[in-house]
């Protein structure tokens, strides 16, 4: 089994059959509201319980917003601030502004992309992270489609030299049917598309994993709910959403069985390194 990262959101490491692969770069893809930032958010805060550092790449909010809206969720970030376990790089304000000035990590030039892979690289380092989230990728290159596989594959050597597992955000509109882009969509590891739909006056939630390069993975459409604790995916049932109608059936005991044990997998190896990096720390004490 290749080495797992788990994301510890509710129901996304069974339908990833244990986990992100490790070093991955997976676009979080899909129409505004889809829960694609909390996602984000939350594989990051789940990292730093465990002792894994992680960077947010804001470039759609302001970082004050950023700390705010972990909050909203419980996920206090502070401390892990202050202990040097997580960091926001701040691709949004351009160090305009008092607030901006009190932050460590800023891109001063926000469309300059080199600028902002010298200050990712230097965060990553000095944390330590093995966790970065890059809201939004599309951001980049919104107005500039032609640099998107670039800009892409740039953030990506970046993050896979140093050992990083990446969520990036990004954008679609609603009814679109792509991911970001032909360029944006084979660059990247993985596609999980997060999805809204209107039947009968009323939106539903649904997660699909569309693409995850290393592993097998759920082929199913699966209700997903956001709660004041987070995303949660009800991973042992999938959905099945016509013009009209919404039927919510249930997996079979086998396909259910089959992702329980992978996860069970996944958390054994995670627990393995995570016993060999605290037998290495103390050897070299
Ligand atoms: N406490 C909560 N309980 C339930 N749903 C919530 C809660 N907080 C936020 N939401 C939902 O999450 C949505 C925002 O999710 P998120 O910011 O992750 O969207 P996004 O996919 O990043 O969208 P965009 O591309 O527009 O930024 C809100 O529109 C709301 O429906």
């Known amino acids: 089994m290749v080495p797992r990262v788990r994301t510890y959101v509710p129901g996304l490491d069974e339908i990833l059959f244990g986990g992100v692969p490790e070093r991955s770069v997976v676009l979080l893809s899909g129409g505004p509201g889809t829960g694609k930032s909390i996602l984000g958010k ?17 470039l759609e909010e302001h970082p004050v917003a950023v700390r705010r809206s972990f909050r909203h969720f419980g996920w206090d970030v502070s401390q892990y601030e202050k202990e040097g376990k997580f960091a926001i790089v701040d691709a949004f304000t351009g160090g305009v502004g008092a607030a901006a000035q009190r932050e460590r990590y800023v891109v001063k030039q926000v469309d300059d992309v ?52 990446a969520f990036f955000v990004s954008q679609v509109s609603v009814g679109e049917r792509g991911f970001g882009g032909p360029g944006v969509e084979h660059a990247v590891d993985g596609i999980i598309r997060l999805d809204l739909d209107e039947v009968d006056g009323k939106l539903y939630r649904s997660i699909i994993v569309w693409k995850m390069r290393d592993t097998k993975h759920s082929m199913l459409r699966h209700p997903m709910e956001i709660k004041d ?29 089959a992702m329980r044990r992978a996860v069970e997998e996944a958390e ?10 605290v037998e290495i720390e103390v050897e070299e004490e």
């Open 114 to 165: 080199h600028e902002l892979s010298d200050v990712l690289r230097q965060a990553i380092k000095e944390i330590g992270a093995r966790r970065v989230v890059v809201d939004s990728v599309s951001t980049l290159y919104l107005t500039k489609p032609a640099v998107a596989r670039s800009t892409i594959m740039l953030l990506k050597r970046v993050l896979a030299g140093l050992g990083c597992t």
């Open 42 to 58: 939350q594989f990051l805060f789940n990292g730093l319980k465990r002792d894994e550092p992680g960077i947010f790449v804001a």
């Open 268 to 277: 054994r190896q995670t627990s393995q390194a995570r016993q060999r990096k």
């Open 229 to 257: 604790t987070g995303v949660e995916i009800f991973w042992d049932k999938y959905i099945r959403i016509s013009g009209t109608s919404v039927k919510v059936e249930q997996l079979s005991k086998e396909e259910v069985e």
